[in-house]
């Protein structure tokens, strides 16, 4: 009986075809590469593009058309020009907006605020003004309407209503600017402008400090910006 199997087990292993090198290895190489493209594809499928956060990042700017141009400092190139204008503009409003902390405001840290903003875009108004000119940029001499219309929200406002409103149109404004100069600075290779970027990268931030120690800035709810 025993025979018997042992002969019918032989017959039937006859039918099956030894696996060859060829195939083994093709099988292998193939199972590599799958592993390899699951490999790939898991950490963009968990943690979205690969694409570095600093280089996704999108910051506003106006272009004026003209192109680079050269200077004794180096080339100008229309991102530089815009911030040397902004820089100019920031101070066109903000300035006023920090007298008016001094006049109004009811909290000592928000009259802080409003000491640091004068002095700082005294300082700031001084160096664009200066750059613009040695540079050839046409500078502008009065707010944006945008920046005007925060001007009039504050001169309407009193008391605790105005601390707030100070405090957060205020930090607004220097948080959107901050991203520009740290762009700037990155990217000009204008040795006047990188000056300019350098010394507006360290008041913005004072401002921005003195301006969150009011305690009266209404930062986003986590989670807004993804929803975005």
Request: glycine share 8%.
């Amino acid at each position: 009986m025993r025979s018997v199997r042992s002969l019918r087990s032989a017959r039937s292993l006859r039918h099956l075809r030894p696996v060859s090198r060829r195939t083994l290895g093709t099988g292998l190489v193939v199972g590599s590469l799958a592993a390899t493209l699951l490999a790939l594809l898991i950490p963009v499928y968990l943690f979205g593009s690969a694409e570095p956060a600093a280089a996704s990042a999108r910051t506003a700017w106006n272009d004026d058309g003209a192109g680079i141009t050269s200077t004794a400092s180096g080339p100008l190139t229309p991102l530089d020009r815009d911030f040397v204008r902004r820089v100019r503009l920031a101070g066109l409003w903000e300035k006023p907006a920090g007298r008016l902390a001094l006049e109004r405001g009811t909290k000592d840290t928000v009259k802080m605020a409003g000491s640091h903003l004068v002095d700082g875009h005294t300082e700031l108004d001084r160096l664009s003004v200066e750059t613009g000119r040695a540079l050839g940029v046409t500078m502008p001499v009065r707010p944006t309407a945008e920046q005007q219309g925060w001007l009039d929200q504050l001169q309407g406002a009193q008391g605790a209503t105005f601390d707030r409103l100070f405090a957060n149109l205020v930090r607004a404004a220097h948080g959107k600017v901050f991203g520009l100069v740290a762009l700037v600075r990155d990217r000009t290779a204008n040795a006047t402008v990188r000056e300019l970027a350098s010394r507006a990268n360290t008041v913005v931030l004072d401002h921005i400090t003195v301006l969150e120690k009011t305690e009266l800035v209404d930062f986003p709810h986590p989670g807004d910006n993804e929803k975005k």
